[in-house]
């Protein structure tokens, strides 16, 4: 017989501590990237770091945390996209909402796309879904003819992690911009 177990709600002091946790955890991944140290996250947030762990037990799971909003955002906006005039257009605009979400911390592409290989992964799931988003656009690009038909969502969020990397390692020196980027990657994944 299979059980089913509910997690049940945290205390107000617990839930406190995890809302600042993850507060701080995104003014440090804001600062320092996606390697900023736990302890000073667990420090600034007035809590000891067996209770960042209590919480979060890897630091995929404090980024989830940390990313759900914008990856539950994403997700949702690529269903609006849906039915679009052109889906092209539709996939493109989701390409730049995940190319834009992957370049949110410095690092965190790298973290994505090690994600979305890894099951055991707490960002698994989130990335999972916002691929699966992907994919149902780009399906309906390509069942529209505008996008060419031997394209894989598999290649394509691995092009836009391509491209959001590119992006993110060259801010401030003057580089192509994530438009550019996305537009020429885009030309090459169009029916001509």
């Not at 302890?39 to 919480?55: K, M, N, P, Q, S």
């Not at 955002?73 to 834009?100: I, Q």
Request: with cysteine; aromatic share 6%; hydrophobic share 45%.
């Amino acid at each position: 017989m299979d059980r089913v177990t509910t997690a049940r709600p945290l205390r107000a002091d617990a839930r406190r501590n995890r809302d600042r946790l993850v507060a701080e955890a995104r003014a440090a991944f804001d600062r320092e990237g996606v390697a900023a140290s736990l302890e000073d996250v667990a420090a600034r947030a007035g809590v000891g770091i067996g209770t960042l762990y209590r919480h979060f037990p890897t630091r995929e799971a404090l980024l989830e945390a940390v990313l759900r909003e914008r990856f539950d955002a994403l997700a949702a906006g690529a269903r609006d996209l849906l039915g679009h005039a052109s889906p092209r257009a539709a996939l493109l605009t989701w390409a730049r909402g995940f190319a834009e979400a992957g370049t949110t911390f410095r690092g965190l592409t790298s973290a994505l796309s090690a994600t979305l290989q890894d099951e055991s992964s707490a960002l698994h799931a989130s990335c999972a879904a916002m691929r699966e988003a992907g994919e149902a656009l780009l399906a309906e690009a390509q069942r529209g003819g505008e996008i060419r038909a031997d394209v894989t969502v598999a290649e394509l969020t691995t092009l836009v992690f391509g491209v959001a990397w590119a992006h993110e390692q060259n801010q401030g020196r003057g580089a192509t911009g994530l438009d550019r980027l996305l537009g020429l990657l885009f030309d090459g994944l169009s029916v001509r």
